[in-house]
């Protein structure tokens, strides 16, 4: 029986693990990261769904104008996020990473909460949406940097990408999961989905302080609270590598980000109302999660970074094909397609960026990565919203789907840095990207 630490001991015999699922701390990780996706997952979409509905229905919107509310929706997400993001990875490497995810998860659990009580109450309206977003935002921060600079500390690092891959089972799995099951039980009882994800937030909070006391590493003397800060951001911006895996994800998702107007899809498009938004919600992450479990077994060994490229390449190209289907059952398949292959994409990156840098910085490299991603998901739906009303849902679609093809194109030729990363092994890949 292998105990919390990257190997367990028995007499003097040492057991190196061979799968990061034989880590016991790492098992209260994982499932931690589950509920947590699984009631964020839920709460989101269907805080989504109520600001359409309430837009369309309360206050009169027409389609055009209630999908630029879903596009501000996304602004108010993101603000807090670029605000906080320098202090959320300070955070993380500064502090007890575990105390800094629980109390985000915390935070999260309140906004649930308040999202329960004041649907039940027939007391939502465009402010309180927007105020919740806003928290949920700033509580997201604070979660990613924390919970990413976690798995490298409590697996060896030639587990690695194979613990990324699991933990991104557990994030896409939870993704399939969450809206599912929160739309189906939203059916029912508006104000139930909520309940259950103040509930799992709450459940996680209390697991991930299970996992033993985690702090980084520093290398020499500990500099002032700003000056790693800066010493953060001018490390990625110096790395040509991170900087292109980072922002490469940043601009091509940003413009590709057909989430947002899922619900102008599912009610006034596809006809498939609050269940059927669940189902296309969750496509996609079936189809990462399928991707994610194969990688676990299977994971990319030669050519990452051009298999990284050509994958957002071609998340680009489907996004295009989705705005065009009228057919419920295709517009799934190609979601999950999708979902597929921003998971070929995703795994990559994630596991190029941690394995580059050094433990005392992750934190705050995470917390970048952190920003880009959030940047790319809540600007892309203002970006959307934008669009949309511009363009109509199917154009705005259209639009970023072929920006994103753009994009991939214009960084494999500016960072060729990317398209030389061949392994995962950390020394050899060092040489590679700075050859």
């Not at 947590?36 to 509905?53: C, D, K, R, W």
């Not at 909460?113 to 105020?131: C, E, G, H, K, M």
């Not at 920006?403 to 030389?420: D, S």
Request: one cysteine or more.
């Amino acid at each position: 029986m292998l105990g919390s630490g990257p190997a367990a001991c028995h007499g003097a015999a040492v057991t190196e693990p061979t799968s990061p699922l034989q880590i016991g701390d790492y098992r209260r990780y994982w499932l931690a990261r589950f509920m947590a996706v699984f009631a964020t997952m839920s709460m989101v979409v269907l805080l989504g769904y109520q600001l359409y509905e309430v837009a369309r229905d309360d206050y009169g919107m027409s389609v055009a104008e209630a999908s630029f509310q879903l596009g501000l929706l996304g602004l108010a997400q993101f603000i807090p996020l670029f605000v906080l993001t320098p202090v959320a990875g300070l955070a993380a490497d500064r502090f007890d990473r575990r105390h800094v995810a629980a109390f985000a998860n915390g935070i999260d659990g309140c906004v649930a909460v308040i999202l329960a009580l004041a649907t039940w109450a027939d007391a939502l309206n465009i402010p309180i949406l927007f105020s919740l977003a806003a928290a949920h935002g700033a509580a997201r921060v604070f979660v990613g940097p924390s919970m990413s600079a976690i798995a490298p500390n409590i697996v060896p690092p030639a587990l690695l990408p194979r613990a990324i891959a699991l933990s991104s089972i557990a994030w896409q799995t939870a993704s399939v999961a969450g809206p599912a099951i929160g739309g189906v039980i939203f059916a029912e009882a508006d104000w139930l989905p909520h309940a259950m994800s103040a509930g799992l937030l709450g459940a996680a909070m209390v697991l991930i302080l299970t996992v033993r006391p985690i702090k980084a590493k520093h290398e020499g003397p500990r500099l002032k609270p700003l000056k790693q800060i800066i010493e953060g951001l001018v490390y990625v911006w110096r790395e040509r590598f991170l900087l292109g895996c980072i922002t490469l994800d940043l601009f091509a998702v940003l413009l590709a980000g057909a989430t947002a107007l899922l619900p102008v899809f599912a009610r006034d498009i596809l006809f498939v109302g609050p269940e059927g938004l669940g189902l296309m919600r969750a496509a996609p992450a079936l189809g990462a999660a399928s991707v994610a479990l194969w990688l676990s077994f299977r994971p990319l060994e030669r050519e990452v970074g051009l298999k990284m490229l050509w994958a957002v390449a071609a998340f680009g190209a489907l996004t295009i094909t989705f705005a065009f289907s009228r057919n419920f059952l295709l517009s799934l398949a190609i979601l999950a397609a999708m979902g597929a292959v921003d998971m070929v994409s995703v795994f990559i990156r994630s596991s190029l960026v941690q394995l580059f840098t050094p433990d005392d910085k992750r934190g705050r490299v995470s917390s970048i990565s952190g920003l880009a991603i959030s940047a790319s998901n809540e600007l892309g739906e203002m970006q959307s919203g934008l669009a949309a009303a511009i363009l109509g849902a199917t154009g705005a679609v259209v639009f970023g789907g072929a920006g994103a093809i753009f994009v991939t194109m214009v960084w494999a030729w500016y960072f060729p840095e990317l398209r030389r990363a061949r392994s995962f092994e950390p020394a050899a890949l060092k040489r590679e990207v700075s050859t």
